[in-house]
């Protein structure tokens, strides 16, 4: 595998069955994995009927699901649209569909949760299912950007690292690396990686420690971030390795906790 590579969602028909390998839907759904194979980490986006119930066992790692559209119910929560539920490892929940609803679900290959990473393992006791609003836990919003942590791998009881931006007009990031491998999902415009184009639909993958600079369309992009751990980024903005945090970074804490 390549230490760089986008799927794109064009190459990936979209069918009845459900490609995560941690969870099952019962109901009207179609589906399809935006992730390279064998890779670390996956990707499912997938549009599901009303009534639709996506369900998880036990078998399974830290997992989060965004919502693009429509809304999703658990444990009498409500998840609407620009939110996020996280399905911590080892609980078994099951997410109702309200109406046609869209959603991205990551996750990692690995069902077994990380305990050497930058903030030891996870604590096992408290473990649950959390539900984070459109706002998230962590934002920075100016006219530049609507950036958000729904998980910032700095939770007692998991390690799940998820955040979405939105930056409506161009933008181009720093030569930089990450230290845990990720994957980019593009929700709405384009983002370019060298000759790489990843448009809407489409998932850059992108290994730990690969250093690379990402270029948005000239209207801008929409994309979620997902990572197994936490993780330092190493770009020549910083003086050294900088933790990727909500507090680290200087993002609000907002805690639109449902």
Request: hydrophobic letters at 35%.
């Amino acid at each position: 595998m390549s230490a760089v590579d986008v799927v794109l969602a064009d190459e990936r028909p979209m069918g009845n069955g459900y490609p995560a390998p941690t969870a099952e839907v019962v109901g009207g759904c179609t589906a399809r994995q935006v992730s390279p194979d064998g890779a670390s980490l996956w990707l499912v986006t997938a549009h599901l009927a009303a009534g639709a119930e996506l369900r998880w066992g036990t078998g399974h790692g830290d997992e989060s699901v965004y919502v693009r559209f429509g809304s999703l119910t658990i444990d009498g929560r409500v998840c609407p649209a620009d939110g996020a539920i996280v399905v911590e490892a080892g609980v078994a929940a099951t997410a109702t569909a309200e109406s046609d609803t869209s959603i991205v679900h990551v996750g990692p290959a690995d069902p077994v949760p990380p305990s050497d990473g930058l903030r030891g393992p996870a604590d096992t006791e408290g473990r649950g299912v959390r539900v984070v609003g459109p706002d998230g836990l962590w934002a920075t919003v100016d006219d530049t950007q609507r950036t958000r942590f729904f998980s910032d791998a700095s939770s007692p009881t998991n390690r799940l690292w998820l955040l979405a931006s939105d930056r409506p007009q161009y933008f181009e990031s720093s030569a930089h690396s990450h230290s845990q491998d990720e994957l980019i999902h593009v929700l709405r415009g384009e983002i370019r990686v060298g000759r790489r184009v990843v448009g809407e639909g489409d998932t850059l993958w992108v290994a730990a420690d690969r250093r690379y600079k990402l270029y948005s369309g000239n209207d801008g992009v929409h994309f979620i971030n997902y990572r197994r751990d936490a993780s330092v980024m190493t770009s020549p903005n910083y003086d050294g390795p900088l933790l990727e945090a909500g507090e680290s970074t200087n993002m609000t804490w907002v805690n639109d906790t449902r």
